[in-house]
């Protein structure tokens, strides 16, 4: 079968198009990937687990303040919902930083 220039032209188009489409679901789903991959680094465990007292925190601290932060990562631990144990730890994880900050600031 001989096809007619205009055929061969509609033709080439549609092939053309055809890896478009290809390579926009392509690149769609490489982005899609990595914004997940990111979305799990940001919410991983290191942000559930930054506000613990450290071994070196405990050895510094009072048996009063260990048993305070032991009181309250047990009271965020065992609130129903994941995403309220995950506010609890945020609050406590700014809690700790800023308290880091202002001792920082008084030692130096």
Same mark, same amino acid.
């Given at each position: ?5 205009? +055929? !061969? =032209? ?5 092939? !053309?198009?055809?890896?478009? $489409?290809?390579?926009?679901?392509? /690149?769609?789903?490489?982005?899609? @990937?990595? =914004?997940? $991959? ?8 290191? #942000? *559930? /687990? *930054? *506000? ?7 050895? /510094?601290?009072?048996?009063?303040? $260990?048993?305070?932060?032991? @009181?309250?990562?047990? +009271?965020?631990? &065992?609130? @129903? #919902?994941? !995403? %309220?144990?995950?506010?609890? &730890? @945020?609050?406590?994880? =700014? ?7 202002? /001792? %920082?600031?008084?030692?130096?």
């Amino acid at each position: 079968t001989t096809s007619t220039p205009a +055929e !061969k =032209l509609h033709d080439s188009i549609r092939s !053309k198009t055809r890896v478009a $489409v290809t390579m926009a679901r392509a /690149t769609t789903l490489v982005l899609v @990937a990595a =914004l997940a $991959v990111l979305l799990l680094l940001a919410s991983g465990p290191a #942000g *559930a /687990t *930054a *506000a613990r007292t450290s071994p070196k925190d405990v050895a /510094t601290a009072s048996p009063d303040e $260990v048993a305070v932060a032991a @009181a309250e990562d047990h +009271e965020c631990e &065992m609130m @129903a #919902g994941e !995403k %309220q144990r995950d506010e609890c &730890m @945020a609050r406590r994880t =700014l809690a700790a930083h800023t308290d880091y900050i202002y /001792t %920082q600031e008084k030692h130096n």
